[in-house]
């Protein structure tokens, strides 16, 4: 597997909690202290993000570091069949069984309206 491929599958990662968590790329920046542009290429796969600014992040998203690595290798050389069975495992992974229903259901609905078209 590829460092680019490495770093862009992180990024991603970023980018989702990030989002997740209703941050801006430039409060993110603001809080770890380095140009809002920064963020962009961490988020894109350009620069690799250093333990430290990890650490930052997390602390400051209030994320595990674990989570961003966890399973990276599979993700980001993922084909479909791979991506599909790592989000099989992620969703099993999630305990409260009303929310494994729901993000089933979900699937499934966007499923059938991306058949439908």
């Known amino acids: 597997?590829?460092?680019?491929?490495?770093?862009?599958?992180?990024?991603?990662?970023?980018?989702?909690?990030?989002?997740?968590?209703?941050?801006?790329?430039?409060?993110l920046a603001a809080h770890i202290g380095?140009?809002?542009?920064q963020i962009q290429k961490y988020e894109n796969g350009t620069n690799r993000l250093s333990i430290a600014v990890m650490l930052r992040l997390c602390d400051f998203m209030?994320?595990?570091?674990?989570?961003?690595?966890?399973g990276i290798e599979t993700e980001a050389g993922a084909g479909v069949e791979d991506e599909a069975a790592y989000l099989a495992q992620e969703?099993?992974?999630i305990s409260d069984e009303t929310i494994r229903r729901s993000l089933t259901m979900l699937i499934h609905s966007l499923t059938a309206a991306d058949v439908a078209n």
């Open 62 to 70: 209030k994320v595990n570091a674990g989570w961003f690595v966890s």
């Open 1 to 27: 597997m590829k460092d680019q491929e490495l770093n862009l599958a992180i990024g991603q990662r970023l980018r989702s909690v990030r989002t997740a968590r209703g941050i801006t790329q430039n409060e």
């Open 34 to 37: 380095v140009a809002f542009q």
């Open 91 to 93: 969703i099993g992974r």
